[in-house]
């Protein structure tokens, strides 16, 4: 059972780092960027002459680490899975810098038999100057955790796709080494390239990173509305609902609203949904939400 008293203290370290274009240029080649050469946008987040760094990218950048494995917080670690995503760009991500960010529990849900969800934010500043590039909003879903009947915390709410027919549909083709290569994000958890780890875990081969997933989402973001212009994304959220197998072909669906475009991601060899609840914040003119203000 969780412990919230201690989840309601914790502090984070101050989280710091530095990345170049080397980093950006790799996460944009995870995600399948530079797959068609001719692709003048693509080679603008693959190649250093006027580099440009994928919104998403954001998310990787000054991970706090598998902070949660602190004996006292009491979080049951091989019960818990990846839940939601969210990253708002106070301004658009440089694609090299020396950033640091501070971290704080957000929120933290009973949802009972169900389990626990714990919200973690971050807010990545730039060094020297101190400005805030962006928020980022980690939830963790925790299977084995829940039932200590108190919450705490701003949570946000997820909205469902529209229920009418999507106005963009756009397929996404992962590559069969896509999880190989992820990891090279530092995301080393053998989950997606040990066959027996990923067995012990109930899967008969490695999975696709929940983040790669969401990532694509970006990349189809950029590709079917944005026409590669990455300043126009401000923000992108989804919740995980099912895991990607290396190799299958990610179909968007994708809605148009005022500012914005809400998604939905789907294998349809399998007939599952795999990222849904997705909205994405476009051009410029908004605020922040309340759990995305800068600490």
């Known amino acids: 059972m969780l412990n919230v008293d201690a ?21 944009a080649a995870t995600l399948g960027f530079g797959r068609d050469p001719l692709c003048a946008g693509q080679l603008r987040f693959v190649y250093e002459k006027s580099l440009a760094a994928v919104p998403s990218f954001a ?28 990253v708002f ?18 929120a933290v849900q009973d949802k009972g038999e169900k389990g626990a969800l714990i919200h973690a934010a971050r807010t990545i500043r730039d060094r020297a100057t101190g400005a805030p590039l962006a928020t980022i909003l980690h939830s963790t879903f925790c299977r084995a955790d829940g039932g200590f009947g108190r919450d705490f915390g701003s949570v946000p709410v997820a909205e469902s796709v529209p229920a009418r027919a999507p106005d963009l549909v756009l397929d996404i083709e992962t590559r069969p080494e896509a999880a190989v290569l992820y990891r090279l994000n530092n995301d080393l958890n053998p989950l997606h390239i040990d066959p027996d780890y990923a067995a012990r875990a109930g899967f008969d081969r490695p999975i696709l990173h929940g983040l790669c997933t ?5 990349r189809a973001m950029l590709e079917g509305v944005l026409d590669y212009d990455e300043t126009q994304l401000r923000s992108i959220e989804a919740r995980f609902s099912r895991p990607v197998f290396p190799g299958e072909t990610v179909r968007f669906q994708i809605w148009h609203q005022d500012g914005l475009c809400r998604f939905r991601a789907r294998v349809e060899a399998r007939d ?21 203000v800068p600490a």
Not at 10 to 27: A, I, K, S, V
Not at 100 to 106: D, F, I, P, S, W
Not at 272 to 292: I, K, T
């Open 272 to 292: 599952v949904v795999v990222l849904d609840a997705g909205r994405c914040l476009l051009g410029d003119g908004h605020e922040a939400p309340a759990y995305m």
């Open 214 to 218: 969401w990532g694509l989402a970006a």
């Open 59 to 86: 998310a990787i950048l000054c991970h706090p680490g598998r902070w949660t494995a602190a004996p006292d917080l009491g979080v049951t670690l091989n019960k818990t899975v990846h839940g939601e995503q969210r």
């Open 7 to 27: 989840l309601e203290s914790w502090e984070f370290p101050l989280l710091e780092q530095t990345y170049g274009p080397r980093e950006t240029m790799l996460y």
């Open 89 to 106: 760009l106070h301004q658009p991500l440089p694609p090299a810098g020396e950033i640091v960010a501070t971290a704080r529990v957000q």
